[in-house]
T-cell receptor, first 113, second 116 residues
Framework: GDSVTQMEGPVTLSEEAFLTINCTYT??????LFWYVQYPGEGLQLLLK?????DKGSNKGFEATYRKETTSFHLEKGSVQVSDSAVYFC????????????FGTGTRLTVIP | NAGVMQNPRHLVRRRGQEARLRCSPV?????VYWYRQLPEEGLKFMVY????????ESGMPKERFSAEFPKEGPSILRIQQVVRGDSAAYFC??????????????FGPGTRLTVL
């Protein structure tokens, strides 16, 4: 069945450090891929998405590229800020839309000044 | 410009009691989704509803769990005779459409259910 495997945390970085959170997936067909972020006390927010192979999603300095050959969708940011501290979830949808999202376990990021 | 509202944010129940979780979608959204996050696990899809209809309940346990989204009022996830294994965070999401360009899901802050 469809599944998402996400880098386990927690991850602690100093401000301005480079961030990578790994995400790999298993799916039949051609899923859409997503990164969601959850700030303390809030709901999940869509951070970025990609709907086909080689697409790059980007938002707020974060990027992720849909790699079909390695079934990966790693999240990267060149220079993290304290305000990026949150839990990050990788997810996929197996129908091209988003009716039924499969989520990874989440990675907690803490950025220290 | 309210987002998805869930209440209560925290709910404590004793084994055997009923839990009722409420979700008010984004104004104008007619599609609602419920997810459950068990400790140390990712969110798992439970059910997808459109006004007055259950579209997909493939992730719902067969017993004790039910969901509704009436014509008026919030969506309700109901858990009867709760057990300790029901302790989890329950997230609701809503979307304007079920497919296509407006199907992005907007999530609420979740309800944390603790069963004593």
């Amino acid at each position: 069945g469809d599944s998402v495997t996400q880098m386990e945390g927690p991850v602690t970085l100093s401000e301005e450090a480079f961030l990578t959170i790994n995400c790999t997936y298993t799916a039949t067909g051609y899923p859409s891929l997503f990164w969601y972020v959850q700030y303390p006390g809030e709901g999940l927010q869509l951070l970025l998405k990609a709907t086909k192979a080689d697409d790059k999603g980007s938002n707020k300095g974060f990027e992720a590229t849909y790699r079909k050959e390695t079934t990966s969708f790693h999240l990267e940011k060149g220079s993290v800020q304290v305000s990026d501290s949150a839990v990050y979830f990788c997810a996929l949808s197996d129908r091209g839309g988003a009716n039924n999202l499969f989520f990874g376990t989440g990675t907690r990021l803490t950025v220290i000044p | 410009n309210a987002g998805v509202m869930q209440n209560p944010r925290h709910l404590v129940r004793r084994r055997g009691q009923e839990a009722r979780l409420r979700c008010s979608p984004v104004k104008g959204h007619s599609h609602v989704y419920w997810y459950r996050q068990l400790p140390e696990e990712g969110l798992k899809f439970m059910v997808y509803l459109q006004k007055e209809n259950i579209i997909d309940e493939s992730g719902m346990p067969k017993e004790r769990f039910s969901a509704e989204f009436p014509k008026e009022g919030p969506s309700i996830l109901r858990i009867q005779q709760v057990v300790r294994g029901d302790s989890a965070a329950y997230f609701c999401a809503s979307s304007a459409e079920g497919q296509g360009i407006n199907n992005e899901q907007f999530f609420g802050p979740g309800t944390r259910l603790t069963v004593l």
